[in-house]
């Protein structure tokens, strides 16, 4: 059974950084291609980013190359290191074994503001 189990989420200001950890269990996570999703207040899921499983990554357009998503397959972990945050940024942040977030955990809230 997949697990999945997101950390460090927060409140922090604008321009202000936050690191994610996703905690996984159940898969041969090391063979797998992860994702990142999100969900704004009162939105869709929307696609962050996605490592395969030798690291190659890739991101959405909007990000603007504030993000960094990496992984440890040695602990089964996975890791977005969000940088420069916005207000528009502000969401859950979910991991999930497919990029539209049909399988993913419980999500930790992202609140950008001053």
């Known amino acids: 059974q997949v697990q999945l189990v997101e950390s460090g989420g927060g409140l922090v200001q604008p321009g202000g950084s936050l690191r994610l950890s996703c905690a996984t269990a159940g898969f041969l996570f090391r063979t797998w291609r992860m994702h990142w999703v999100r969900q704004a207040p009162g939105k869709g899921l929307e696609w962050v980013s996605s490592i395969d499983a030798r690291g190659v990554t890739t991101y959405a357009d909007s990000l603007e190359g504030r993000f960094t998503a990496s992984r440890d397959n040695a602990i089964n972990a996975l890791y977005l290191q969000m940088n420069n945050l916005k207000h528009e940024d502000t969401a859950v942040y979910f991991c999930?074994?497919?990029?539209?977030?049909?399988?993913r955990g419980q999500g930790t809230q992202v609140t950008v503001a001053s």
């Open positions: 999930a074994t497919d990029d539209r977030g049909q399988t």
